[in-house]
């Protein structure tokens, strides 16, 4: 099999090397138009090359991964599918030719994967356990937060994608945790907003959200979302009689109260945890790792990703409403 990475940024250079980890036998291929970019890259033994078609010429490619900045994703992926290629695409944060692209992978039956890292966390699989175990209505207050000049530190947040208007911080966030949140809680029937701006960060956008959420299934929470907050933060209290837990977005931070002791007891689900040190104590690479696991058994077994386009457009018409 080999596989392009369009896009040779931060988390183009992360899937290369976790492709490399799940099998070295894959041939992988860098795309970029940065020079500088794929210098870094052929500094590692691969190839590289300004755009697909160009790689096409060499090689036959049957997967990209699409890792630029979202707006681009819509156009990249058609140029992609009408080539014969699989798609991994990260976040694409907005809507923009979903149902062109979902006709068009049908038609070429090919396969479309739409990352969603938080869903192949350890400790969200064990929530969503504890959470369909529980047998009363939960709540839950979530709060997640970092500021925006420090989440591409080597670069001005004015010319990283976020501090774009459609495609900003806090809708990142929101596109980032609104997926595991549905899939634990359940579906969404009522949202009440407040939001402002609240810093002195030259974004046109809100920097700040509270948002009141109810799910169908009575469970129900409050979702503060940021970009101001100087301490990267994400807490996450969930309670209800029968279930109370706390998170703090680390591997190691997952503790769920123990009522015949009545102490909180440290939930361990890792056997070994890998962590890049450029990144957040929140950020873990194993996830990142089972998305292209899950990527290379859709492809080769059909077997269902754990999250589609389809959802994808459902949760990124809530962040809509949202912003609104």
């Not at 970029?32 to 790689?55: V, W």
């Not at 890292?117 to 937060?145: A, D, M, Q, W």
């Not at 774009?164 to 949140?181: D, Y």
């Not at 194993?286 to 990527?295: L, R």
Request: with cysteine.
């Amino acid at each position: 099999m080999n596989i392009a990475v369009i896009g040779l940024g931060s988390m183009g250079r992360r899937r290369i090397h976790l492709i490399k980890k799940f099998d070295d036998q894959i041939g992988i291929f860098g795309i970029d138009i940065n020079d500088e970019r794929r210098k870094t890259i052929e500094m590692l033994g691969i190839s590289t090359f300004k755009e697909l078609d160009e790689a096409l010429l060499k090689v036959k490619i049957d997967g990209v991964f699409v890792c630029t900045s979202p707006l681009s994703h819509h156009k990249i992926i058609k140029e992609c599918l009408e080539r014969g290629c699989h798609i991994f695409t990260e976040l694409n944060l907005v809507t923009d030719g979903y149902e062109e692209n979902i006709l068009l992978a049908d038609k070429n039956q090919l396969k479309l994967f739409m990352s969603s890292t938080f869903l192949y966390r350890e400790e969200i699989k064990y929530i969503k356990k504890c959470i369909i175990e529980s047998k009363c209505p939960l709540n839950y207050t979530y709060h997640v937060g970092q500021y925006l000049p420090d989440w591409h530190p080597w670069e001005s947040y004015k010319d990283f994608f976020v501090g774009q208007v459609r495609t900003n911080g806090c809708r990142e966030i929101f596109a980032i945790e609104l997926p595991w949140l549905v899939d634990a809680f359940g579906e969404v029937t009522l949202i009440q907003v407040m939001k402002s701006k609240m810093s002195s960060l030259e974004v046109d956008y809100k920097d700040n959200y509270q948002v009141l959420i109810q799910h169908k299934n009575g469970h129900k929470g409050m979702l503060a979302v940021d970009i101001v907050t100087r301490k990267p933060v994400r807490n996450l209290e969930i309670f209800g009689e029968d279930l109370y837990m706390s998170w703090d977005g680390s591997p190691i931070g997952l503790n769920k109260y123990n009522f015949s002791t009545k102490s909180m007891d440290n939930i361990a689900l890792y056997d070994h945890i890998e962590q890049l040190e450029s990144y957040s104590r929140t950020v873990v690479e194993n996830a990142y790792f089972h998305e292209i696991e899950a990527f290379m058994n859709y492809v080769n077994n059909n077997t269902p990703p754990l999250y589609s386009f389809e959802q994808d457009k459902l949760i990124l018409e809530l962040i809509d409403r949202i912003e609104s």
